[in-house]
């Protein structure tokens, strides 16, 4: 599936610095992109920076994507974490700050809490009156 580079939204990253992307940019300036970017049905990107960016650096105004079924913030994170890891290590600046926000995802404090039960609840009321 295609999509325009334009839409797709990129939220914080835990990788600062997206190094040299001279190599990759021949690659796919030669060969196409091999691997799709990895977006949520939102369009916001999963996997995939710096495909995208060379992309974007090449011209391209569209890009192959896949689309995966929204998962909550902590698994989006997670998946971004390891996508990043087996590519090139992350900086140790940049490993501490993605442990800290999936602390933060898996121990809300109690605002949080309360409101995930207020959503939760809302969905399931919500969910009785449709099949009603």
């Known amino acids: 599936m295609q999509v325009p580079i334009h839409e797709i939204v990129l939220k914080k990253r835990i990788r600062k610095n997206l190094g040299d992307l001279a190599s990759l940019k021949e690659s796919m300036k030669s060969h196409g992109l091999m691997n799709p970017v990895v977006i ?3 369009k916001v990107l999963i996997a995939g920076h710096r495909r995208l960016e060379s992309a974007r650096q090449l011209g391209w105004t569209s890009i192959t994507v896949r689309v995966m079924d929204k ?8 998946m971004e ?14 490993v ?9 995802l898996r121990n809300p404090g109690r605002g949080k809490r309360f409101w995930m039960w207020i959503v939760s609840l809302w969905n399931r009321l919500f969910r009785r009156r449709r099949r009603s």
Request: glycine share 0%; proline share 6%.
């Open 81 to 94: 974490i390891d996508e990043n890891n087996q590519r090139r290590p992350l900086a140790t600046d940049e």
């Open 71 to 78: 998962h909550d913030e902590t698994e989006l994170l997670e």
């Open 40 to 42: 949520t049905p939102e």
């Open 96 to 104: 501490a700050e993605a442990y800290q926000r999936l602390d933060k």
